[in-house]
């Protein structure tokens, strides 16, 4: 038995999985309505939320990639997605798909993730017609709650670069802070403080490589999905007050001199065209006046 077959995820067989034509996008915006609503009320009680660089989500397709240190934040990053008139479509683990919550969630348009299973990368078969729907997809690049003591993100997993990588959407970090105060990691009970602020922040967006023909390489997945952390890590140490950690800074230096780099060579090349495509037509206008 799989960890999360322990745990009690669906069976693989009772699955469901959302589609994103215009019948079924309408009918699940009219179920996120109401259950919109329901959660900005209970946030309300338990907190405010304090939201900036939202003109940078954009209405899609675009691969939001949030910042994971409490069991609260994916409500307090939906509600902070659906002020600003969006439907967000979470990759979410498949225990949470079961009975009456897991139809409502498919309904809604949300995705579920198979761990552990051969049909784990379904989800972002999934994922990718959402963002063919011109749709706004939600992915964890860590895939689960930090671990880290000084609470920065962890590792990503490459599933958030591949899915940018092969569809060409661009990834927007999103930041938060203040759950540590309201729920933090490992908590089972929330402590509701409805007068201090939680702070979420998205972050500037990034464009992923070239490379989407559906084989990215193990290698350029990594370095991107690093970079994705490293975006968090930046806007994380922002929202904190505090210095972010030469590790991310590193990554961060390493990928946009890289990506430099790269423009340049696509710049060079370019121009190298051009003057060859001016050569042959300079080329042909001689020739035909030599023949007249």
């Not at 307090?76 to 919550?101: D, T």
């Not at 895939?143 to 490459?158: E, I, M, N």
């Not at 070239?210 to 690093?226: I, K, V």
Request: aromatic share 6%.
């Amino acid at each position: 038995m799989t960890d999360e077959a322990a745990k009690g995820s669906v069976p693989s067989s009772e699955v469901r999985y959302p589609e994103f034509d215009a019948a079924s996008l309408r009918r699940s915006l009219f179920w996120a309505r109401p259950t919109a609503e329901s959660i900005r009320l209970l946030l309300r009680l338990v907190t405010r939320l304090s939201v900036t660089g939202q003109e940078k989500i954009g209405k899609g397709p675009v691969i939001l990639a949030p910042f994971h240190a409490s069991a609260l934040d994916p409500l307090v990053v939906a509600m902070a997605i659906w002020r600003e008139g969006i439907l967000p479509h979470f990759l979410a683990k498949s225990s949470l798909f079961g009975g009456f919550m897991g139809r409502a969630l498919v309904t809604m348009g949300q995705i579920p993730v198979l761990r552990a299973s051969t049909r784990a990368g379904d989800s972002l078969v999934h994922a990718k017609r959402a963002l063919a729907a011109g749709q706004t997809v939600v992915i964890y690049p860590q895939g689960t709650l930090t671990k880290d003591p000084q609470l920065w993100p962890q590792a990503a997993k490459t599933g958030v670069s591949r899915l940018a990588i092969e569809t060409g959407a661009p990834v927007v970090p999103i930041a938060h802070w203040g759950l540590d105060r309201v729920m933090p990691v490992g908590a089972k009970k929330l402590t509701p403080r409805p007068f201090s602020a939680v702070r979420v922040h998205f972050g500037d967006p990034l464009m992923p490589p070239a490379g989407g023909d559906g084989h990215t390489s193990s290698a350029l997945a990594r370095g991107f999905a690093d970079r994705v952390t490293a975006g968090i890590a930046a806007d994380v140490a922002a929202l904190r007050g505090v210095p972010l950690p030469q590790r991310f800074q590193d990554t961060i230096d390493a990928w946009d001199a890289d990506d430099r780099t790269d423009a340049d060579d696509r710049t060079d090349a370019r121009a190298r065209t051009d003057a060859q495509n001016r050569t042959d037509a300079h080329t042909a206008t001689a020739d035909d006046e030599e023949t007249r």
